[in-house]
């Protein structure tokens, strides 16, 4: 066979680096690469990580913005060879005076008020200015708003909050605000334009759905139909995301998308994949109606021989997988055979959604094959990078969880190891599943190391995670060396309640946290730290269990001291307890008591004597 050797092989750009990161593996151990830059801000749990890559941002922000504020300060090239794409861009206008070609200029660097402000002054000089610069300037303006086009506020939109509750509050309030902003510049430029054309029309409705005033936009639309122009397939993109805000119900949501579609081909637009995610991202919100249709969709994209983004595939999800009454796992599957026979580059913002959303399936269906097949998936090739770190730590955390419900726990651990700090950081709730798949599995002895973890994430203050975790603890008697294990781990939670930082408040004991260290304590043979924490009992106003006070009364027996012993009798009867008899025939028979000792046990019982006649003579 012969062999042809090519004349010449390009390479990409960063063939060199890729062969040198294939030759290394992921470390397990370490934390993610934009956190080692310094170790003592190496993030703990997950606030940690966002508040540190955020912070970092925001120093980025920072920096643009003192070169793009005093550009004289950073015009000296020190670099040696100077490498132009590695330099301060020059932001300041170079064309002076009142004329097109300055106006131009500042919508090329995106000043949004100087290009504003210059217009208004062409207009005063009786100046015309062109129709292609104007609809640049609607351009500008519909993009950014009347707010300057700064990299800060790009940068906090990329960092806003992913809670869907607040989501929704901001996007009525922007929604308000827009309504009540009824003379912005972009409207009042466009009514004094001499002349407009489709682009002037397709670019203020995109717009207005971008800034949140989805009514007006449809209005103009109607303006533009009856203008007879022609809409671009980006505007009806824009209105068919637009239509939940238009429409209550949903079967007039679904008949005004295929308004817009049908208006799509009187006009001849040809759609893209965004048209039809835009569809299927209004048929999230039409319930019954977009799952029954929500197929039909599908094979239309096939029939127009459209290939789906990621986002496509997230929506159809998202529609079949998120509803109380769940679908078999046909769909799920038919997904992932789709998405495995393809390469995916990014096409619509939703792409990034659509691993987390599919985990999330996977979940609620409970099915860990599923879930091992996506995470194939979504190490395949660049596909992990569709993940940011609040995504990656959202897909992790719910494919841990389930590797707790479904797995043995042996695998569950080995994958705990594989995967924390070097994919994400686990949560509250991980660290509660990893607890209860422990006890599924009788591994309790693993606890104490699952502790230290827990303290490392600063979770050594959640109430719930502490009180599972000495429940689980305290339950049944363990070999010597795993009690003693345990009795350190009391410990640090005894001195967790203890401490109050200047941040903190004091963390309040509860009656059966108080019990699980009292026990725990008693089986180390800590006599006297469980007597310490019984009498914390009458502190909080709390009554210990007849199982604790047999505990403490056996560590007692074993340590040889009948003073605690004694002690536990005289709380029990200050309490009024019904086991005070029991207790103290316990400690007469099976502890060795001086005269002195046995007299301070019967003054214990006349004094319960005399409070019970007492309370007979006041029933009498």
């Known amino acids: 066979e012969e062999i042809v050797l090519p004349r010449r092989k390009t390479w990409d750009k960063l063939a060199v680096l890729q062969a040198l990161a294939s030759t290394v593996n992921r470390d397990p151990t370490a934390a993610h690469y934009m956190f080692q830059d310094d170790p003592f801000l190496m993030p703990r749990n997950t606030a940690n990580s966002r508040l540190l890559s955020l912070s970092k941002e925001s120093g980025r922000s920072a920096a643009k913005y003192i070169i793009k504020e005093f550009p004289q300060y950073f015009d000296k090239t020190t670099a040696e060879p100077n490498i132009p794409c590695l330099m301060p861009e020059s932001l300041t206008p170079q064309i002076e005076g009142v004329s097109e070609a300055a106006l131009k200029e500042r919508i090329e660097l995106r000043r949004v008020k100087a290009s504003v402000d210059l217009f208004d002054q062409l207009l005063q000089a009786g100046t015309p200015v062109s129709l292609e610069t104007t609809n640049r300037l609607l351009d500008l303006l519909c993009f950014y708003g009347d707010g300057e086009s700064a990299q800060e506020k790009q940068q906090e939109q990329k960092g806003a909050v992913e809670d ?8 009525i309030i922007s929604v308000l605000s827009s309504a009540e902003t009824e003379n912005n510049n972009a409207e009042r430029i466009f009514k004094i ?12 409705i995109r717009g207005m759905v971008k800034h949140g005033a989805p009514a007006k936009a449809y209005d103009m639309y109607t303006d533009l139909l009856n203008k007879r122009h022609k809409a671009d397939v980006h505007t009806f993109n824009a209105l068919i995301a637009a239509v939940p805000y238009l429409k209550e119900r949903f079967t007039e949501r679904w008949e005004l998308v295929k308004d817009f579609l049908n208006h799509m081909v009187q006009q001849e637009v040809q759609p893209n994949v965004l048209t039809f995610n835009a569809v299927l991202k209004t048929l999230r919100r039409c319930g019954g109606v977009g799952r029954s249709v ?20 997230d929506h159809l999800l998202y529609i079949f997988y998120r509803a109380v009454d769940l679908h078999p796992s046909a769909i799920i599957n038919e997904v992932l055979e789709e998405v495995e026979k393809r390469s995916f580059t990014p096409q619509d913002p939703d792409d990034a959604n659509f691993f987390a959303t599919a985990m999330q399936a996977c979940c609620d269906l409970k099915d860990i094959k599923l879930a091992y097949r996506l995470n194939k998936l979504m190490e395949k090739g660049d596909n992990w990078k569709f993940l940011d770190m609040d995504r990656l730590n959202a897909y992790w955390s719910k494919f841990f969880s389930l590797l707790c419900m479904m797995e043995q726990i042996d695998v569950v651990l080995k994958w705990y190891k594989e995967m924390t700090p070097s994919l994400f950081y686990p949560s509250p709730r991980n660290m509660f599943d990893l607890l209860q798949a422990l006890d ?20 050594n203050r959640k109430q719930d995670l502490l009180e599972e975790l000495l429940s689980l603890m305290s339950r049944e008697q363990h070999p010597e060396e795993t009690q003693l294990a345990f009795a350190k781990c009391a410990e640090d939670i005894k001195a967790v309640h203890e ?15 108080l019990g699980h260290v009292v026990v725990l304590f008693s089986r180390a043979g800590r006599t006297q730290d469980a007597w310490n924490m019984m009498e914390h009992f009458q502190q909080i106003n709390r009554i210990p269990t007849d199982q604790v006070m047999d505990e403490f009364l056996n560590c007692a ?12 009798v005289k709380l ?3 309490l009024g307890l019904p086991s005070t008899l029991k207790l103290k025939s316990r400690t007469e028979q099976e502890f060795e008591l001086s005269e002195k000792q046995k007299k301070v046990l019967e003054r214990i019982q006349l004094d319960s004597d005399s409070s019970d006649s007492d309370s007979d003579s006041d029933s009498d």
């Open 294 to 313: 929500s197929v039909s969709v599908i094979k239309e994209m096939d029939a127009l021989d459209i290939e789906p983004s990621l986002a496509t595939y």
């Open 164 to 171: 869907p509750e607040v989501r929704k509050a901001c996007s």
């Open 440 to 459: 599924a599995a009788n591994h309790l002895e693993v606890i104490p190391s699952v502790w230290e973890d827990i303290k490392q994430l600063g979770f």
């Open 572 to 574: 029990a009867a200050s």
């Open 499 to 513: 401490q109050s930082g200047r941040d903190q408040a004091l963390l309040e004991w509860t009656g059966s946290a």
């Open 557 to 568: 027996k074993q340590t040889n001291c009948p003073d605690e012993a004694i002690k536990l």
């Open 193 to 204: 334009m001499p002349e407009r054309n489709a682009h002037s029309y397709c670019t203020m």
